[in-house]
Nanobody, 125 residues
Framework: QVQLVESGGGLVQAGGSLRLSCAAS????????WGWFRQALGKEREFVTA????????YYTDSVKGRFTISKDNAKNTLYLQMNSLKPEDTAVYYC??????????????????WGQGTQVTVSS
């Protein structure tokens, strides 16, 4: 079992930055992929970014490339999402997730077994 707890969300003006954190506990060392997903009000949850902790490969959805950066601190067992140049369309609840097994589709939430409770990010125009 892996427990994930997100923090760092809040209200920020367009163009600003936020850093989300996801603290992991339990058998976190057994995960292959760590990811961030988001869900805007009235929309389906969507993929944002993921990292393969074995190969260190990273994946980003096109709308956040060059603005968001995923990283992980093994010593602290914490996943981060640095978000810069935020836009109003980035407003959503952000969830971190962990996949305990390899998945050929890290952009799909299907392979992610463990989820955090979510943290709200609101970007004002």
């Amino acid at each position: 079992q892996v427990q994930l707890v997100e923090s760092g969300g809040g209200l920020v003006q367009a163009g600003g930055s936020l850093r989300l954190s996801c603290a992991a506990s339990g058998r976190a060392f057994s995960t292959y992929f760590w990811g961030w997903f988001r869900q805007a009000l009235g929309k389906e949850r969507e993929f944002v970014t993921a990292i393969n902790w074995i190969s260190r490969a990273t994946y980003y959805t096109d709308s956040v490339k060059g603005r968001f950066t995923i990283s992980k601190d093994n010593a602290k067992n914490t996943l981060y999402l640095q978000m810069n140049s935020l836009k109003p369309e980035d407003t959503a609840v952000y969830y971190c997730a962990a996949a305990p097994r390899f998945t050929a589709t890290p952009r799909s939430e299907v392979g992610y077994t463990y989820w955090g409770q979510g943290t709200q990010v609101t970007v004002s125009s």
